[in-house]
């Protein structure tokens, strides 16, 4: 473990379900992200949160909604979504968003839109 | 705009052997950071290495180095020693912070196979 945990490991949802995928570290760190891996694509930044507060969101369709009640936990709350959402939905953690050392990664979330 | 290339979508070592994985940038940007992150099976993404682009000493860790040519744009990895454990994606990133809000872009990623 890197101490960034993500839940559930796998996930497979229908277009009209609703899930949400989970991320928690206690590494301290005030800056969470989420990530997107699709096939043959680079990884692409979604949402960065700083002590709570979403700072970026990149162009993210609202059928993704981020949810960081405390500097600990971060949430990604899927509705409605769609087959090319399929991906690995990867969190990630830094002590500052300012923060120039690397990032600690979760080990993702396969997601499977069918 | 910021972007990362890796030209190789695939590569192959034997094992004990030396491989480069090669990685170029564009940006306009002065101040950056260079990584190479390591996704194995497992899928965590593992900090290889890291280079301040203001640093002309190549960094190194262990049996990891880069070739960084900043006027180039280039940001080469090199694995002496090659292990079955380093069988892995290798992702190039490149991280600045216009504003102080970090940002951060990834290549597409190079298949490493190490081969018994």
């Known amino acids: 473990e890197t101490g960034v945990t993500q839940t559930p490991r796998h996930l497979v949802m229908g277009m009209t379900n609703k899930k949400s995928l989970k991320c928690e570290q206690h590494?301290?760190?005030?800056?969470m992200y989420w990530y997107k891996q699709s096939a043959k694509k680079p990884l692409e930044l979604m949402f960065v949160y700083s002590l709570e507060e979403r700072v970026e969101n990149n162009s993210v369709p609202s059928r993704f909604s981020p949810e960081c009640p405390n500097s600990s936990h971060l949430f990604l709350h899927l509705h409605t979504l769609q087959p090319e959402d399929s991906a690995l939905y990867l969190c990630?953690?830094?002590?500052?968003?300012?923060?120039?050392?690397?990032?600690?990664f979760g080990s993702g979330t396969r997601l499977t839109v069918v | 705009a910021q972007t990362v290339t890796q030209s190789q979508p695939e590569m192959s070592v034997q094992e004990a052997e030396t491989v480069t994985l090669s990685c170029t940038y564009d940006?306009?940007?002065?101040?950056?950071?260079l990584f190479w992150y390591k996704q194995p099976p497992s899928r965590q993404m593992i900090l290889v290495i890291r280079q301040e682009a203001y640093k002309q000493q190549n960094a190194t860790e262990n049996r990891f180095s880069v070739n960084f040519q900043k006027a180039a744009k280039s940001f080469s990895l090199k694995i002496s020693d090659s292990q079955l454990g380093d069988t892995a994606m290798y992702f190039c990133?490149?991280?600045?912070?216009?504003?102080?809000?970090?940002?951060?872009?990834f290549g597409k990623g190079t298949k490493l196979t190490v081969n018994p």
């Open positions: 940006t306009s940007e002065n101040n950056y950071y």
């Open positions: 990630a953690s830094s002590r500052e968003v300012t923060e120039n050392y690397g990032y600690t």
């Open positions: 990133a490149f991280v600045w912070a216009p504003g102080g809000s970090e940002k951060l872009v």
């Open positions: 590494l301290g760190h005030n800056a």
